[in-house]
Structure formats: structure tokens, C-alpha cells
Nanobody
Framework: QVQLVESGGGLVQAGGSLRLSCAAS????????MGWWRQYPGKQRELVAS???????NYADSVKGRFTISGDNAKNAVFLQMNSLKPEDTAVYYC??????????????WGQGTQVTVSS
């Protein structure tokens, strides 16, 4: 089994910053990529940013220039630095990883989600 544990959400004023952290643990053979998604009430989850173990990144247009994703391969961790936050960034943020387990099975794992609230 593989688990993801997230931390770092909270309440911040518009223009402020938050840093989300996520670490994977368990029967990991290889992490293929990790990412952050967010979900608004009643909406589907949408990709915020992703990063491969090689360091290639991808961002949603709405967060480019404000959010930065980074990873620590040694710790199977991913981080999301969120600057210049806007009220429309208010959502539940989920970490996910595309992982190959020690059994060589490959699957996607989701974290439990962390609430980010930006007040105007």
C-alpha cells in the first residue's frame, strides 16, 4: 500500500502565501510523478500543477506565475508554494501520485485533501 499525507492548508488573506506539503510512504518502488489538484464545491477536480521525478513541471494557466511546484525525490515529497493568493483559489487541494509499488503494480494514489481559504 501507498499513502499520501498532506499538510499546510489554512486561511489566508488575499495577496498572501501558503505552502502545501505532501509525502508518500509505503511499498514504493518508484514515483512516476506527483501533482496537486483542487476541487470547488460541486465541481470536478482540476489539475493545479504536476512534476515528474525528472523535474518537468506543468501548471494550470490560472496559477502560472503565482504557484511553484517542487519535489524532493529522496523523501518522495512534493510541495506547492502558493503566492499572491486570490479568493478564487479557495478550494480543497489534493495531492496525488502516479506510483509503481514494490509489487510492480502501477496506480494513482490520492491524499485526503486540505482546505485552502483565501479571504478578500
Amino acid at each position: 500500500q501507498v499513502q499520501l499525507v498532506e499538510s499546510g492548508g489554512g486561511l489566508v488573506q488575499a495577496g498572501g502565501s501558503l505552502r502545501l506539503s505532501c509525502a508518500a510512504s509505503g511499498s514504493i518502488f518508484a514515483i512516476n510523478d506527483m501533482g496537486w489538484w483542487r476541487q470547488y464545491p460541486g465541481k470536478q477536480r482540476e489539475l493545479v500543477a504536476s512534476i515528474t521525478t525528472g523535474g518537468s513541471t506543468n501548471y494550470a494557466d490560472s496559477v502560472k506565475g503565482r504557484f511553484t511546484i517542487s519535489g524532493d525525490n529522496a523523501k518522495n515529497a512534493v510541495f506547492l508554494q502558493m503566492n499572491s493568493l486570490k479568493p478564487e483559489d479557495t478550494a480543497v487541494y489534493y495531492c496525488n501520485t502516479d506510483v509503481t509499488a514494490t509489487s510492480r503494480a502501477r496506480f494513482v494514489v490520492w491524499g485526503q485533501g486540505t482546505q485552502v481559504t483565501v479571504s478578500s
